[in-house]
């Protein structure tokens, strides 16, 4: 008869449930972050038809709002009159001593999460830095004849880092992606990514 490990199964049930527990409470999270955004709102309107106040429905509502007037906000900034209205409201922002960093330091991390997906096709490569015998991942982000400008990303901080410049065939290729590249760097190579990396090295 096979002998009952309860440690064995109370481990094993860990590693499954952690993991898919943390992305319920990350989304659910998303969600009540962008709901906050018209919460009041819908609250008031609902208060002024005498509607239920179902906590449910006013954050489904809410969370519908929410992203319609991002969309929204997102196609006003594509505008000439949206463009200069926000780089208004952000140089007042700016003005602002400890308001102008958060500001800052937010606005680089949205950026570089969304201007580096598709940088050079996502080609993520692996170099030797910070000397010789010791690699690191790397994302390319300058080509020229014979070199290319690749940005080492930290870790657990990925939107900070170096800018090096190597020789081509100094750099070892990969198929990963800069997200799978990203995931494994701020996870300190604990991502399943990692993995893939074995190969190259």
């Not at 790397?138 to 900070?160: A, H, M, Q, R, W």
Request: with cysteine; aromatic share 10%; hydrophobic share 45%.
């Amino acid at each position: 008869m096979k002998k009952f490990d309860l440690r064995k199964y109370f481990i094993t049930g860990i590693i499954l449930l952690v993991p898919l527990w943390i992305t319920v409470y990350v989304t659910w999270l998303f969600i009540k972050l962008i709901s906050n955004l018209a919460s009041p709102l819908v609250v008031t309107i609902m208060f002024l038809l005498e509607l239920p106040r179902e906590p449910v429905l006013v954050r489904l509502i809410s969370f519908l709002l929410s992203i319609i007037f991002i969309c929204l906000l997102g196609g006003l900034a594509n505008t000439i009159v949206g463009r200069h209205t926000l780089k208004f409201f952000e140089q007042l922002t700016l003005k602002i001593p400890i308001l102008s960093e958060i500001y800052i330091s937010m606005k680089k991390l949205v950026k570089f999460f969304t201007e580096y997906r598709d940088v050079k096709g996502n080609k993520v490569v692996i170099v030797e830095y910070p000397r010789k015998g010791t690699y690191s991942i790397g994302i390319v982000t300058i080509e020229t004849d014979n070199k290319l400008g690749v940005f080492v990303p930290s870790t657990p901080n990925p939107t900070t880092g170096y800018l090096i410049f190597v020789e081509k065939n100094e750099i070892i290729n990969t198929t990963l992606t800069v997200e799978e590249a990203l995931r494994i760097v701020v996870s300190g190579g604990i991502a399943s990514g990692s993995e893939e990396i074995k190969k190259y090295l």
